[in-house]
Structure formats: C-alpha cells, structure tokens
C-alpha cells in the first residue's frame, strides 16, 4: 500500500496564538508537527520519539530556549530552527553558536518558512534518515539513500537521488523550476537549468515503463515537475 512517512517537527512555543495555526499550517505543507509549550514539555517530547527538526522559539515560561538548544545539541544533531522576536544580529549570532541551524525572526511566512525547513532537511546531518516514501511500484529511503521499482535496486548518482527525494517528499505537487535548482543544486547556481530537465529525462529511463508517456514525473510546462500522488498510481505501476 502506498505511504509517505512525513517528516516530523517539534514547534516549541508557549503562544497558542502563533503554535496552534503554524502546526496547522504545517500539517497542510506536508509536515507532522507536534507543539511543547515550556522547556519540560520540549524535552519529555523529545526523549518519546526524536523528531526531524525542532522550531524553537526563545523566551519559554520556564526557561530560555538558547539553554534548551545548547542541551539538545550536546545529545542529538537534529536541526535546529530558532523562531523569536528579536531581530538583532548579535541574538541570531548567538543562536547560531549555540548549534542552531537556521533563525527565523517573528512574524514570518509559513511558505517561507517551510521551504527553508525543507531545504535543512535536505542538507540536513542526518534529519530525514526516517523518512521512507513509497508511490506506486517506486520506494525510496532517504536514511540508506536507495531506491528500488518493484522491489529491485535502481542505481542513482547522488544528484538524481537528491532531485527524485525532492519531488517524491513533494508528492502531487507541482516543485517549480527555481526551487528544484535552489534545493537541489545551489541558490548561487548559475548555469543553465537545462541541467534539470536532462536529470529529469534520466530519472524517467530509470523509473518509467514508457519515457515517453511517463507516469510518475510529469511536467507542468513553463512551471515545474510533478510526482504522482499515491492515489494516482497503483503499487503495481
């Protein structure tokens, strides 16, 4: 049967106010958040089931987020996004030192904020290693970095592994150009992104019963690429 593990966040902010609809805002974006509202709860969370990134906002009820990273990252290398009000460089510097990965100053964008999640995991120190996708006949698993059609090994190279976890992660979602080669190869990238439709084509040789009428990539002409959603293909596909 057809799954997607989704990738799971820890939202660690006592203001209902702003964790009750991130998390809901999360969900749509194809995340499983859960919300700990004091350093305790953060942490008991944690010790039950490690997530793949934590959204930790600094000021708790019952402590300061900036000690609650400092202790996380001395027993684990999950990512680490900081969400806080304050916007002086010398806070974000702090909490970069601290072992966060990223800062985010209050309000801010969800979409924004997602991509950047998205883009962590990616480059991330092991923080999707639970994340297995499966869609039709297609498996991959992001922890041994591997892929298999009807259960039999496919060889990628490592950017055709990158660009096939971001489109499977995207599953029914048109991913367009410019975030493909954002996420995939570099924000800086400036060579042509006729790149991406020839790792495209060789993703489609290798997965595809038919290239030329292909079923799991297809293409959104002028925009993007787009995995079949689970309910598109059967797993016999």
């Not at 702090?94 to 966060?100: M, N």
């Not at 998205?118 to 922890?143: F, K, M, P, Q, Y």
């Not at 090994?153 to 660009?163: N, S, W």
Request: with cysteine.
């Amino acid at each position: 049967m057809a799954r997607v593990t989704k990738p799971r966040i820890l939202v660690v902010e006592d203001e209902q106010a702003i964790s009750e609809p991130l998390v809901e805002s999360l969900a749509r974006e194809g995340f499983e958040a859960r919300i700990a509202s004091t350093v305790a709860e953060a942490e008991q969370a944690f010790d039950e089931r490690e997530p793949d990134l934590v959204l930790l906002d600094v000021m708790l009820p019952d402590g300061d987020g900036r000690d609650l990273c400092r202790d996380l990252r001395r027993r684990s290398d999950v990512p680490i996004v900081m969400l806080t009000a304050r916007g002086e460089e010398v806070d974000r510097v702090v909490g970069l030192e601290l072992g966060a990965d990223d800062y985010v100053v209050k309000p801010f964008s969800v979409r924004e904020l997602a991509a950047r999640i998205r883009a962590i995991l990616r480059r991330g120190r092991g923080s999707s290693t639970h994340e297995v996708v499966e869609i039709g006949a297609i498996r991959l698993d992001a922890a041994s970095r591997t892929v298999t059609k009807q259960e039999q090994p496919v060889e990628m190279a490592a950017r055709e592994f990158d660009l096939l976890n971001l489109l499977m992660s995207r599953a029914g979602e048109v991913v367009r150009r410019e975030e493909i080669m954002d996420l995939v190869w570099d924000e800086h990238w400036f060579g042509s992104t006729k790149t991406l439709d020839v790792h495209v084509s060789w993703l489609r040789k290798k997965l595809e019963d038919d290239p030329a009428e292909p079923r799991y990539i297809t293409t959104s002409r002028g925009v993007g690429f787009r995995f079949a959603a689970p309910e598109d293909v059967s797993p016999e596909a």
